[in-house]
Structures are given as structure tokens and as C-alpha cells.
């Protein structure tokens, strides 16, 4: 069984990669999906392999909770307005970031 630590890096790898994937082969708003992955790759180095960082870890949670929620809900504001739910990989990133919310609110400072 993973540790908690390790589900939520590996969701967070995850979650980046997806966003990674979707800047390769989406032009117009490559900025975008590019600093999302950039950012979760931020956020899991902050909470977990940052050591000048310890002391503001729960702070550093939370940041993480607000930005997989505002993750989560601008990928709902943009399929609803496109049309596009970029089926399948969209979806299941979406439960992988429900799943790390999860994690991160389980896992108490």
C-alpha cells in the first residue's frame, strides 16, 4: 500500500502530466496548461521536499487544496462554454485532482 505521501505525489505527477500533454497539443492556450502542471510540480516540491518551507507546510496545504479546487472548476467553466470535455483524459484527471483533494485534506498538518 502507498503512503499518503506517495499517492499524493503520484496524483500530482499525474494530474501535471495530463496538464503537460494537453500544452503539446493544444496551441492556443499552451500558457496555460503549461503553468498549471508547473504549478502542481511547485506545490508538491513545496510540501513535501522543502525544507526552509516546514514551518509553513500547513499553509502550503491549503494553498494546494485552492488550487486543485480552482483547477477542477475552471475545467468545468471551460468544458461547459466549449463544449469540449476532451474525452477521456479530461474526466479522469478531473477524479485523479477529487482523489488528491482528498488526500491533502486527510492529511493533516
Same mark, same amino acid.
Given at each position: 500500500?502507498?503512503?499518503?505521501?506517495?499517492?499524493?505525489?503520484?496524483?500530482?505527477?499525474?494530474?501535471?502530466?495530463?496538464?503537460?500533454?494537453?500544452?503539446?497539443?493544444?496551441?492556443?492556450?499552451?500558457?496555460?496548461?503549461?503553468?498549471?502542471?508547473?504549478?502542481?510540480?511547485? @506545490?508538491? !516540491?513545496?510540501?513535501?521536499?522543502?525544507?526552509?518551507?516546514?514551518?509553513?507546510?500547513? @499553509?502550503?496545504?491549503?494553498?494546494?487544496?485552492?488550487?486543485?479546487?480552482?483547477?477542477? @472548476?475552471?475545467?468545468?467553466?471551460?468544458?461547459?462554454?466549449?463544449?469540449? !470535455?476532451?474525452?477521456?483524459?479530461?474526466?479522469?484527471?478531473?477524479?485523479?485532482?477529487?482523489?488528491?483533494?482528498?488526500?491533502?485534506?486527510?492529511?493533516?498538518?
Amino acid at each position: 500500500m502507498f503512503s499518503r505521501m506517495n499517492q499524493i505525489i503520484a496524483l500530482t505527477a499525474f494530474t501535471a502530466g495530463v496538464h503537460f500533454s494537453r500544452a503539446a497539443a493544444d496551441p492556443e492556450i499552451r500558457i496555460l496548461f503549461l503553468l498549471n502542471g508547473l504549478g502542481y510540480f511547485a @506545490l508538491v !516540491w513545496a510540501y513535501f521536499f522543502a525544507p526552509q518551507l516546514a514551518s509553513r507546510r500547513s @499553509l502550503i496545504r491549503k494553498i494546494y487544496l485552492g488550487y486543485t479546487t480552482v483547477t477542477i @472548476l475552471f475545467y468545468g467553466i471551460w468544458a461547459a462554454m466549449s463544449g469540449d !470535455w476532451t474525452l477521456p483524459l479530461g474526466p479522469i484527471d478531473k477524479i485523479a485532482e477529487i482523489i488528491l483533494l482528498f488526500q491533502l485534506w486527510k492529511d493533516k498538518v
